[in-house]
């Protein structure tokens, strides 16, 4: 006996009901609990699609779905910061390193003048706008997305929605940041020290605001094979 | 069923040697080959497994490849070339661990 088209469906909505909310995630544990239930049926053919169902899904333990749900999780997060930093790294490496010794120097250069005070809020500022830009603009971009498919991908989201979540941590601290802004342009060292994290704070967001949401159909296509299907 | 505490620091070294055997298997296939192999004395339980399997494509130990299988989408497992190598580490880490294991066990081993 085999799992029929309109059970499959139901089980889709059984791993809904059961915190699984990611596409990917669901059609894996679908095509498991299907596969446990055809081999139930076989040693007990009289067992409802049902009973079959609630057994092979007590096979998951009393937490059910949600440690696997978890660990995915934790697995998508490595993959994303992993290519985050390898498209980091193509600016430490040539050609892009002139870009990012330019904007170091422009940075440490800036600092050092007797306007240093007011640079450092105009470099802090263009950031913070564009970043608050982007990531509105690419929420609604998510929103676009999710007219034309309400298929759910923790890529995606980490891509389109996390990206902006970090955005706002980043503004909110505006305040704060502003207060010490003397200290951080009071000595030479400091200063080094400043432009380095401007540097490096401009280079981050502009890969996961920019560079990553670009590549997001690609990422997407060799993350979930079924992407496209 | 044996104590399956011994057995869970070595998950990730059976689904590797398991898929280095075939070409590529997918969730229940692996649960159920164990089971077959070790005659019922080693069941991989399906929340342990799952975590396993993505923290080693998370790795790039593993790819995945979707096929269509009675109507469904079924999800694929095979080493890449790193996984490859990382399969040899492994089962001779465990080699070793064997080895040690029954010298502490086994003292008379060490007395010839």
Request: no cysteine; proline share 2%; charged share 25%.
């Amino acid at each position: 006996m085999k799992v029929t088209p309109s059970q499959l469906q139901d089980l889709y909505a059984f791993t809904r009901n059961h915190y699984v909310y990611h596409y990917d995630l669901q059609t894996e544990l679908v095509d498991h609990l299907a596969n446990d239930i055809e081999s139930i049926w076989q040693e007990n053919p009289k067992l409802s699609f049902e009973e079959a169902r609630d057994q092979s899904f007590k096979k998951f333990g009393v937490f059910g779905f949600m440690d696997v749900v978890e660990q995915r999780q934790k697995a998508m997060n490595k993959r994303y910061y992993k290519y985050l930093l390898s498209e980091l790294k193509q600016w430490f490496s040539i050609p892009k390193i002139i870009m990012t010794a330019t904007l170091f120097v422009t940075f440490f250069t800036l600092l050092q003048t007797s306007y240093a005070k007011y640079f450092f809020f105009i470099i802090f500022g263009v950031l913070a706008i564009w970043t608050l830009f982007r990531s509105i603009q690419l929420n609604r971009e998510f929103r676009k997305r999710k007219e034309i498919s309400s298929k759910k991908w923790l890529l995606e989201e980490l891509i389109f929605k996390q990206a902006g979540s970090i955005g706002i941590i980043f503004l909110s601290q505006f305040y704060n940041i502003s207060m010490w802004s003397d200290v951080f342009i009071s000595n030479t060292k400091l200063v080094l020290l400043t432009a380095a994290i401007f540097t490096l704070l401009y280079l981050v967001n502009y890969i996961s605001f920019r560079v990553i949401p670009d590549k997001a159909e690609e990422l997407l296509k060799t993350t979930y094979p079924e992407f496209s299907l | 069923m044996a104590n399956s505490k011994l057995y869970k620091g070595s998950l990730t070294t059976i689904i590797l040697k398991l898929l280095n055997e075939s070409d590529k298997m997918y969730g229940y296939e692996i649960t159920q080959k164990v089971k077959e192999i070790t005659k019922g004395e080693l069941k991989i339980t399906e929340g342990a497994l799952y975590p396993a399997l993505h923290k080693l494509e998370a790795d790039g130990l593993l790819e995945v490849e979707m096929k269509k299988v009675d109507n469904r989408l079924r999800k694929y497992y095979k080493l890449t070339e790193k996984g490859n190598k990382e399969t040899v580490n492994k089962l001779n880490e465990l080699q070793e661990y064997i080895k040690t294991m029954q010298i502490l066990v086994n003292p008379k081993f060490g007395l010839e």
